[in-house]
């Protein structure tokens, strides 16, 4: 070392005990922190990945089921249509009118309550995982 070298008088000092315990357990402190941390995102991660699995099959489901519901009411929009051009009175048309408008009420009010219900099962199952993940993370974190 060269007498100009700033550095060449530091005497080295020893930090007292209590902080080095201090700093320590600052530190073992901030690794558990990070652990946690860290685990709880992994979960969340795999919680998402969960939910967005449900959520997309619902949507394919309840598109499938609108798709259904739409052929069957087209087909029944058909049906009348072909009972109507054979219709020979004023009476008999009105007659039909009003049977395929209660029919048609009927089925509709039975298609939305089923859509609602299935709607709601799958909003259900989708925030399932979440729910879940969110108790086991409380749980760790408590």
């Known amino acids: 070392m060269s007498a100009t070298d700033p550095f060449s008088t530091v005497v080295p000092f020893q930090l007292p005990e209590q902080v080095r315990a201090f700093a320590e357990k600052g530190v073992s402190t901030a690794r558990d922190g990070y652990q946690k941390l860290k685990e709880a995102a992994e979960s969340n991660n795999g919680a998402l990945e969960a939910a967005y699995t449900t959520a997309s099959k619902g949507a394919h489901d309840y598109t ?6 739409a052929k069957i009411n087209t087909e029944s929009a058909f049906g009348f249509a072909q009972l109507l051009i054979g ?26 309550k089923d859509l609602a219900e299935f709607a709601q099962k799958v909003a259900t199952e989708t925030v399932e995982p979440i729910k879940a993940n969110a108790a ?3 749980k760790l974190s408590a």
Do not use: C, G, M, W
């Not at 499938?64 to 519901?69: G, R």
């Not at 004023?90 to 009010?109: D, I, S």
């Open 64 to 69: 499938t089921k609108l798709l259904d519901i």
């Open 87 to 112: 219709v020979k009175s004023l009476p008999e048309a009105f007659e039909l009118v009003n049977a395929h408008a209660r029919a048609q009420y009927e089925a509709l009010t039975a298609q939305s």
């Open 136 to 138: 086991k993370t409380f």
